[in-house]
């Protein structure tokens, strides 16, 4: 089989190149083309381009760079059609990926989606274009099943992908004599995404925090893909150190930690580790999904646990000073970490249903096969 693979941030970029893995194992003669990054990479994946070239976030950033975005979305159709996938297996990113799906859909081939959008979240009513143009949906999230049930989607719940990446990483025991930490160091985690308009907006926050507990160590999570100098706001602190592309090392080794929403917010609550989530994004983007989302909560952990396990301080709320009093009470208050870590036990249970790369590949072969 000829797949054609695109995943258009990290995340989605690891999680793919997994699948790829596992869909090799089954398929002796698969052969993969696509858009990604340096995990598919690795994967053995030929790409057309990377990610970080057209990487964009939020509604007024997007507008700002839809002929950019139409032409990638234009060239990459035309580059797997060229290729003759078989099938072309989207990845996340959905507003790059509804498009190709589309015009895949269109164009007669055989469209697969692993991890679709949350259209759960706001403006529902997406689910209906993943059934006009999508063949077949593999879902990550246990409630996402019963959702789409609601539009009479039958799709496949085949586990969650963030849980086989924490299962299989291995600890480095010399993480903390790389970093110069000790036994005794209290260290947060500083996850401030992988997004340019994430960093802009996220590190001044982290930097006033970082400033208010001299005595803590401060790892600040950083990605290749994104420019040293946009983590400029952290530099020259005497209590910061930079963990290159090594967040779960990073992860095993905190006391707390600071996330920026998204896929890292349950990343640490599988590790463990007590967080306080915290989320800008421009005026307009924030004033146009508050009118749209239809989810009480912005995290993953407290969506799956269906109430607050971990705080959110959202755009005006989310302040340097409301952040250090939180994170305080996550580093010194006994009992309130203790009622986190069991809820991320609650969580982890809920998630355990065996490996999603194994389960989506022998599924997506079965398929296509049959």
């Not at 698969?30 to 858009?35: D, E, I, P």
């Not at 002929?67 to 790059?96: E, H």
């Not at 692993?114 to 997406?126: D, H, L, S």
């Not at 086989?164 to 993480?175: L, Q």
Request: proline residues 3%.
């Amino acid at each position: 089989m000829r797949y054609y693979i695109i995943a258009g941030e990290r995340s989605g970029d690891l999680h793919a190149s997994n699948l790829v893995k596992e869909i090799r194992k089954r398929d002796g003669e698969a052969v993969f083309r696509g858009l990604g990054g340096a995990y598919l990479r690795t994967a053995g994946v030929s790409l057309f381009a990377d990610y970080a070239e057209f990487a964009v976030m939020g509604f007024l950033e997007v507008l700002g760079n839809l002929r950019k975005i139409s032409g990638y979305i234009n060239k990459t159709v035309a580059d797997l059609r060229a290729f003759q996938a078989d099938v072309v297996i989207l990845v996340d990113y959905g507003g790059f990926n509804m498009r190709v799906a589309r015009k895949c859909k269109a164009a007669g081939i055989r469209v697969f989606y692993y991890i679709p959008p949350k259209v759960w979240a706001w403006n529902q009513g997406r689910a209906k274009k993943l059934k006009a143009t999508v063949d077949e949906l593999f879902v990550i999230l246990p409630f996402e099943k019963d959702f789409f049930r609601k539009f009479d989607m039958d799709v496949h719940y085949v586990g969650n992908p963030v849980l086989d990446a924490v299962k299989a990483h291995t600890s480095n025991p010399e993480f903390r004599r790389r970093y110069g930490l000790s036994d005794n160091d209290t260290v947060i985690a500083l996850l401030p995404g992988s997004r340019k308009q994430e960093l802009l907006r996220i590190l001044p926050l982290m930097r006033e925090v970082v400033t208010r507990f001299p005595d803590w160590k401060f790892g600040v999570a950083t990605v290749s893909n994104l420019d040293s100098s946009l983590y400029a706001p952290l530099k020259g602190l005497s209590n910061t150190f930079f963990v290159e592309e090594d967040t779960y090392n990073l992860l095993g080794n905190a006391n707390a930690a600071i996330v920026t929403s998204g896929t890292a917010t349950l990343e640490t609550a599988l590790f463990e580790v007590p967080q306080v989530v915290v989320y800008k994004t421009s005026g307009f983007s924030y004033a146009v999904a508050k009118r749209l989302i239809r989810v009480p909560y912005i995290s993953l952990v407290n969506l799956i646990a269906g109430k607050e396990v971990v705080r959110e301080l959202i755009q005006g709320d989310a302040r340097g000073e409301a952040t250090a009093i939180e994170l305080n009470r996550l580093v010194d208050d006994a009992e309130y970490r203790q009622e986190m870590l069991m809820d991320y036990e609650r969580i982890t249970r809920i998630l355990d249903t065996g490996s999603a790369s194994e389960n989506a590949a022998r599924q997506m072969v079965r398929i296509l096969q049959g």
